[in-house]
C-alpha cells in the first residue's frame, strides 16, 4: 500500500444518516480487511430472526449450549449471504486454530470454516463470538470513495461495543468513540 493511503482494518465504518444503500443504511460494520485489493467488513447490529441453535441444526450439529443457542445470526452484508462468518476474540498470539481464520491484525479474528461451528457445538471455541451470514465488499478504492461522498464515519473498532453492548447500542456506543452525539449528524455532505 502506498504510504500515504489509510488502512481501515479494524475500525468500525459508521453509516452516515444519508446512507443511500438500503443494505447500509444505520449500519455499524467491523473492517476485518482494508488493502490495496479492497475491504472486507461484517455488519455487527443487523441480528436477523435467525437464532445460533436454527442455524446449527441446520447444519447438521448439536446445537450450543444456552444462552448461546438463543443468540441471533447477523446479516453480515449482501455478499454471500448463504456462508456464515464468525467474529471472535483472537485465541492466542498465534490464532490459526481452525481451518480458515482471517487474524485481524491488532484486532479479533474472523472465521469461515466449519470446525469453529464444531468446537461451539461441543462446548468448547471462542468465549466471544458473533455469527453472521454474508459479508459486507467493496472492491478497490470504492469504500475510499464513499467515504469522501460522506457515506461512513471511521472509528478504531472495540471489541466491548460488539460482544458486550446490546445491539441496538452499538450505532451510538460507536458515534460516542468520537465524540459525536447522534442526534447531531446531518445527511449533507460538506465541501469548502
Not at 444519508?18 to 488493502?35: I, K, Q
Not at 478497490?140 to 458486550?164: C, H, K, M, S, Y
Amino acid at each position: 500500500m502506498p504510504a500515504d493511503r489509510i488502512v481501515l482494518t479494524n475500525q468500525f465504518l459508521i453509516a452516515m444518516p444519508g446512507m443511500a444503500d438500503e443494505a447500509f443504511a444505520g449500519t455499524l460494520v467491523y473492517l476485518c480487511e482494508h488493502n490495496d485489493n479492497g475491504a472486507l467488513g461484517l455488519v455487527i447490529n443487523r441480528p436477523t430472526t435467525l437464532t445460533l441453535g436454527t442455524l446449527f441444526e441446520k447444519v447438521e450439529l448439536s446445537p450450543p449450549a444456552d444462552p448461546l443457542a438463543a443468540t441471533p445470526v447477523y446479516y453480515g452484508g449482501p455478499v454471500q449471504t448463504d456462508r456464515g462468518f464468525v467474529l471472535h476474540e483472537p485465541l492466542d498470539a498465534q490464532g490459526g486454530h481452525y481451518n480458515a481464520t482471517l487474524a485481524v491484525p491488532g484486532g479479533l479474528e474472523m472465521t469461515t470454516s466449519r470446525d469453529v461451528l464444531e468446537a461451539l457445538s461441543n462446548g468448547a471455541g471462542p468465549r466471544k463470538i458473533l455469527v453472521t451470514l454474508g459479508y459486507s465488499g467493496w472492491a478497490a478504492g470504492q469504500l475510499e470513495e464513499e467515504i469522501g461522498r460522506n457515506g461512513w464515519l471511521t472509528v478504531d473498532a472495540a471489541p466491548e461495543i460488539i460482544f458486550d453492548t446490546p445491539v441496538e447500542q452499538r450505532y451510538e456506543k460507536a458515534l460516542r468513540l468520537l465524540g459525536v452525539d447522534p442526534r447531531m449528524l446531518s445527511s449533507d455532505a460538506g465541501h469548502a
